[in-house]
């Protein structure tokens, strides 16, 4: 049995008194592909952060790859190298090109030079297929092409984790799948996957595991066939009809 | 290769002159009273004003005599031919001004040059400036390359007024981003002890901080510490302009959305790298406005040396009308110095407009 892509065990999370994730244990293997829902301020965002440190947990454990994320920052930078990050809002550096958001962290964290980490960035951008706009600013973009500059800026870190918040949650509608297409890809590829997402068709087609999550617990995890079509808990009934119903 | 689009200037509806006039100023019978009024009015100042300043002035050098004989009472700028170089170059050699001269025309030519946008990266703007400053610093001072030694109380006028102001900009910027990190800090002593100092000299008027450390400090500091007192006040000028420089930054890193240092530290960006590439630049795009009015007061508070002693380009300008064949000419020599300020501090703020129209288009 190979170690497990990311384990946590017994983690909590305080924001002041606030106890906004309660008991997490999760093991996700490496290639695996899980999906996380649940209502909004659940915990999804904080459990996702937690995992590259942009959040700090108060007990139990996470390990990235073996490696335990603790107050060691040499642990903490090499777990942030291997899991990349999506965000709802794409976070894109706004003054710098697309080219130049997608070479900085390959030139000054992994220290590869200049020509070579552009070549890399540009075959990224073409497989994100917007190769034609690396010489523009991310504010001359649509949504839709910010947030697949933002995947493939975290791609050219040759990350082997990915994590997506909320990856279209601010797309227009008709944005959401040219960006959800390049996750399938990336899926299909075998890369370790964990995204925060309600869009419920990724999920069935690409999800080895849907995890549930309400009040800061794991309420119920189930390969996607299982869960839509026959959720065990009420909660995940109840929400599972919200999101259908709309 | 994007196509090239021509300019095509908007067309405007070709509007007659007298029409507009007409309905902008003379649309009722007290606006065209009024405007009659102050149309006259602002042309009897500007014929005085040319009338003085130009037509009846006398422009000759050592004309000092023709000026008080002279009866139509127009401006001596005789005062200015004569002794500009009391106001350029202060007390410094006669026989070494030129390299006042060239010192100035390098910092000129340096201020220029970091208005060029291929200069601004972390790295070639402080070497821009570094090396600008040093070159004044060994033309000036001499004692290198077979130039004469000049001491720094040989300095003065406008080469002194522009030494005062780089060295302080050139100590202080940086000085001030640090600042702006520790009160931002996440130990909370630190961030709160630094906001403390920053208050506390914010406080303090800047006349009092140069006489502190021009006056005080070498009473307190040990022998050998104290260096020479134009560095002494250049040091407390420098810890004023960072105080207040680093609030402006600190404004500028506040404006920052928190998801551009997330997505930084999600990449594996170190604390510098983010600092350095993402949160700096940013903001000081976010704080430009405020930035260049900083520099702006800077320049035009370097005066304040003159009451330590120094003589800076409006203690000059003083002086050189200051004898007792010049003193009738006090207001041309002031003319001409607030024209020297106003040609630096104009073009400072001309080129700081220019700047946020530039960092406006394409890259927010
Ligand atoms: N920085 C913070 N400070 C205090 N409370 C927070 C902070 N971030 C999130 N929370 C709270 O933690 C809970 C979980 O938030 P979050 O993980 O963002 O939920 P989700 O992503 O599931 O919508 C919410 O109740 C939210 O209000
Ligand atoms: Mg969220």
């Known amino acids: 049995m190979t170690e497990p892509a990311i384990r946590i065990a017994s983690m909590h999370k305080y924001y002041g008194s606030f106890h906004a994730l309660k008991d997490i244990n999760l093991e996700i293997a490496k290639g695996e592909k899980v999906v996380i829902c649940g209502p909004s301020g659940s915990g999804k965002s904080t459990l996702i952060r937690c995992i590259n440190r942009l959040e700090e947990h108060h007990s139990g454990v996470i390990e990235v790859n073996g490696t335990p994320l603790d107050d060691n920052v040499d642990n903490i930078d090499e777990i942030r190298r291997e899991a990349g990050m999506v965000f709802q809002n794409f976070n894109l550096f706004p003054h710098m090109t697309v080219l130049e958001n997608c070479t900085l962290a390959p030139v000054l964290a992994r220290k590869i030079d200049r020509g070579a980490a552009e070549e890399t960035a540009m075959r990224y951008l073409a497989r994100v297929k917007i190769p034609e706009q690396a010489h523009k600013y991310p504010g001359e973009l649509s949504g839709g092409q910010q947030q697949r500059v933002a995947i493939a800026r975290a791609l050219c870190m040759a990350p082997e984790i990915m994590l997506f918040d909320e990856p279209t949650s601010a797309l227009d509608p008709e944005m959401i799948s040219e960006v959800l297409d390049v996750m399938v890809g990336l899926a299909e590829e075998g890369m370790t996957m964990v995204c925060v997402t309600h869009e419920m068709g990724f999920a069935r087609q690409v999800a080895d595991r849907v995890i549930f999550m309400a009040e800061g617990q794991i309420i119920e995890q189930a390969p996607p066939d299982q869960f839509f079509d026959n959720p065990q808990n009420e909660r995940t009934r109840t929400f599972l009809s919200q999101i259908v119903g709309h | ?364």
């Not at chain 2, 004023?240 to 999600?266: S, T």
């Not at chain 2, 035009?300 to 203690?315: H, R």
């Open chain 2, 1 to 364: 290769m994007p196509a090239h689009h021509p300019v095509i200037p908007a067309e405007l509806p070709r509007q007659n002159v007298l029409t507009w006039l007409r309905s902008r100023y003379f649309a009722t019978r007290r606006d065209a009273a009024v405007t009659i009024v102050f149309a006259a009015f602002v042309a009897w100042i500007l014929w005085s004003l040319i009338g003085w300043a130009l037509l009846d002035a006398t422009f000759a050098p050592n004309a000092g005599e023709v000026c008080r004989e002279d009866l139509h009472g127009g401006a001596c700028w005789s005062v200015v031919s004569t002794r500009w170089r009391i106001v350029l170059f202060g007390l410094y050699p006669f026989e070494e001004q030129w390299r006042s001269a060239i010192a100035c025309i390098v910092m000129v030519i340096v201020a220029v040059l970091s208005c060029l946008p291929w200069f601004w990266s972390a790295k070639r703007l402080p070497l821009l400036w570094t090396a600008g400053f040093a070159i004044f610093y060994v033309l000036m001072r001499g004692g290198f390359f077979g130039l004469a030694e000049v001491t720094e109380q040989n300095w003065g006028g406008l080469s002194l007024t522009i030494f005062i102001f780089a060295a302080v900009s050139l100590l202080g910027m940086p000085l001030a981003i640090v600042f702006a990190l520790l009160r931002r800090s996440s130990l909370p002593w630190i961030a709160r002890t630094m906001a403390l100092v920053i208050d506390v000299i914010r406080s303090l008027p800047l006349l009092s901080i140069m006489f502190t450390f021009a006056i005080v400090l070498p009473f307190v500091l040990p022998e050998g510490l104290t260096g020479d007192k134009l560095y002494r006040v250049i040091v407390g000028y420098a810890l004023f302009f960072a105080c207040y420089q680093a609030e402006i930054i600190r404004g500028g890193m506040q404006a920052l959305p928190a998801g551009q240092e997330e997505a930084a530290k999600a990449l594996g960006l170190g604390y510098w790298h983010r600092i350095g590439y993402i949160i700096l630049p940013q903001a000081f795009r976010n704080a430009l406005p405020p930035t260049i009015n900083q520099f702006v007061i800077t320049f035009k508070e370097t005066s304040l040396v003159t009451i330590i002693g120094f003589f800076d380009v409006m203690a000059s300008g003083r002086a050189a009308s200051g004898t007792a064949d010049w003193n009738f000419a006090v207001v041309e020599m002031y003319v001409f110095v607030g024209l020297i300020f106003f040609v630096f501090v104009f073009s400072l703020s001309r080129y700081g407009a220019y700047l946020e129209r530039r960092l406006g288009v394409g890259r927010r």
